[in-house]
T-cell receptor, first 115, second 115 residues
Framework: AQTVTQSQPEMSVQEAETVTLSCTYDTSENNYYLFWYKQPPSRQMILVIRQEAYKQQNATENRFSVNFQKAAKSFSLKISDSQLGDTAMYFCALSRNSGNTPLVFGKGTRLSVIA | DAGVIQSPRHEVTEMGQEVTLRCKLISGHNSLFWYRQTMMRGLELLIYFNNNVPIDDSGMPEDRFSAKMPNASFSTLKIQPSEPRDSAVYFC?????????????FGQGTRLTVV
């Protein structure tokens, strides 16, 4: 069975500062994908960033980057230069090795960016 | 493409009534996922289809829940009879089977309230 754990139910950060959201996971698969999704108050699920487990290089998308530690089964999200629009729920998720398998989600971290 | 389209966005119904949630996939996608989001349980998979075939329905909570794909671009999730504990946000998501395409695109969800 695959599991995803987010140990921080809530976090806050000052605008323009950097924040890191934690995620650990467990899987017996050799190939898998990890994701961070953002859910603003509109409730739309928006993909922020994804990481293929076979790639050693950490993924980066503009102000968002990940720290992928495969041996430790850790996948944290770093948001740099936080903006008010980053306020949302953030979900870490895991799927097996192709696009036709479902996501397993963590319980989420509620991030508040404070002006 | 307009993305994954769910209807209705909001549904309020009385206990015991039948509820049908609808989902239109992105054109060309052939995997379809139904998720349920609650405060207590977070985001959990109910059922998913590949090429119109149900692959895993182990997340469907009870026989009161059923899901179909009458064609390649459309799916329904039916609850009959509905109960107050079914109140949740229901998401559908679609993705492609093309290797390397691992992103699931989510609809905006249906908020169901059973009174």
């Amino acid at each position: 069975a695959q599991t995803v754990t987010q140990s921080q139910p809530e976090m806050s950060v000052q605008e323009a500062e950097t924040v890191t959201l934690s995620c650990t996971y467990d899987t017996s698969e050799n190939n898998y994908y990890l994701f961070w999704y953002k859910q603003p108050p509109s409730r739309q699920m928006i993909l922020v960033i994804r990481q293929e487990a076979y790639k050693q290089q950490n993924a980066t998308e503009n102000r968002f980057s990940v720290n992928f530690q495969k041996a430790a089964k850790s996948f944290s999200l770093k948001i740099s230069d936080s903006q008010l629009g980053d306020t949302a729920m953030y979900f870490c998720a895991l799927s097996r090795n192709s696009g036709n398998t479902p996501l397993v989600f963590g319980k989420g971290t509620r991030l508040s960016v404070i002006a | 493409d307009a993305g994954v389209i769910q209807s209705p966005r909001h549904e309020v119904t009385e206990m015991g009534q039948e509820v049908t949630l609808r989902c239109k996939l992105i054109s060309g996608h052939n995997s379809l996922f139904w998720y349920r989001q609650t405060m207590m349980r977070g985001l959990e998979l109910l059922i998913y289809f590949n090429n119109n075939v149900p692959i895993d329905d182990s997340g469907m909570p009870e026989d009161r829940f059923s899901a179909k794909m009458p064609n390649a671009s459309f799916s329904t999730l039916k609850i009959q009879p509905s109960e107050p504990r079914d109140s949740a946000v229901y998401f559908c998501a679609s993705s492609s089977n093309i290797w390397g395409n691992t992103e699931a695109f989510f609809g905006q969800g249906t908020r169901l309230t059973v009174v």
